[in-house]
């Protein structure tokens, strides 16, 4: 069974600074996945990385995958109140996905 | 109307009644899959389906069966509902041309008592 680590698991940041969430994983996969979750709602994708070394950015969150570390990271530039909610990572391992157990984001003004 | 739903969006059942979970997508994606949330669990694979009529177990399948005979359905039915299996149902579907990513409904929140 693949195991799925995110540090940290509670994180409190102020507006304007950066931050690194961090997804660790246990078993050899080329692919992972980032999603948000805001409260009572559903997830929405956020990056696709196919490959090691992939590296995505949309607006203020970029996202980068190391294969060989099994480590996946998505830093946060500049936070903004909007940025609050659940990031969640997933690794496949064939056609199964595991899921960390998020990361919960508040960013105080 | 477009995308992924669910139905029920809630409900409450009594332990030992069977329950289905419907979820319907209208983009003709290959892949669909039934997740469960609990806190400090994350999400947990409980079925998914490559194509119709070809499913398989995920993380997390003990007291599910899943069913799909089309493309655009994948009902899931707990067939003698457990209070431990009160939480919150996703499910998602994906295609290999968008790299797996998977796109979520809405959820169901599920309460046994």
């Known amino acids: 069974e693949l195991k799925v680590e995110q540090n940290p698991l509670f994180l409190s940041m102020q507006e304007g600074k950066n931050y690194t969430i961090y997804c660790n994983y246990s078993?050899?996969?080329?692919?992972l996945y980032w999603y948000r979750q805001d409260p009572g709602k559903s997830l929405e994708s956020l990056f696709v990385l196919l490959s090691n070394g992939a590296v995505k950015q949309e607006g203020r969150l970029m996202a980068s995958l190391d294969t060989k570390a099994r480590l996946s990271t998505l830093h946060i530039t500049a936070a903004v109140h909007d940025l609050s909610a659940t990031y969640f990572c997933?690794?496949?391992?064939?056609?199964?996905?595991?899921f960390g157990t998020g990361t919960s984001l508040t960013v105080i003004p | 109307d477009a995308g992924i739903t669910q139905s029920p969006r809630y409900k409450i059942t009594e332990t030992g009644r069977q329950v289905t979970l419907m979820c319907h997508q209208t983009?003709?994606?290959?892949?669909m899959f039934w997740y469960r949330q609990d806190l400090g669990h994350g999400l947990r694979l409980i079925y998914y389906?490559?194509?119709?009529?070809?499913?398989d177990k995920g993380e997390v399948p003990d007291g599910y069966v899943v069913s799909r005979s089309k493309t655009e359905n994948f009902p899931l039915t707990l067939e003698s509902a457990t209070r431990s299996q009160t939480s919150v149902y996703f499910c998602?579907?994906?295609?290999?041309?968008?790299?797996?990513?998977?796109?979520f409904g809405p959820g169901t929140r599920l309460t046994v008592t």
């Open positions: 389906s490559a194509a119709a009529d070809i499913t």
């Open positions: 078993t050899t996969s080329d692919r």
């Open positions: 998602a579907s994906s295609e290999w041309t968008s790299g797996l990513e998977q796109y």
């Open positions: 983009w003709s994606h290959s892949y």
């Open positions: 997933a690794v496949p391992t064939g056609n199964q996905f595991y």
